[in-house]
């Protein structure tokens, strides 16, 4: 039983070893370019919902008046 405990942590660690190093990790500039894009379109979504804002609050200025 206990040898048993031992072979099965030793294959899990063994195992966990192997698809670690089948990670790939972005590169520097992979990042940084991500970063940059995910800014950019936030702010523009964001622009836009804004922009919606302010004419769906005019509009609805003028149906209320």
């Given at each position: 039983?206990?040898?048993e405990k031992k072979s099965f942590l030793r294959d899990f660690w063994k195992g966990?070893?192997?698809e670690y190093n089948?990670?790939?990790?972005p590169s520097r500039d992979d990042v940084i370019k991500q970063t940059a894009?995910?800014?950019i379109?936030?702010?523009?979504i964001g622009?836009?919902?804004a922009l919606l804002d302010v004419i769906m609050?005019?509009?609805?200025?003028?149906i209320l008046k």
């Open positions: 039983m206990e040898k966990l070893k192997t089948k990670i790939v990790f894009a995910t800014i379109v936030s702010f523009v622009a836009m919902i609050k005019t509009g609805l200025g003028y």
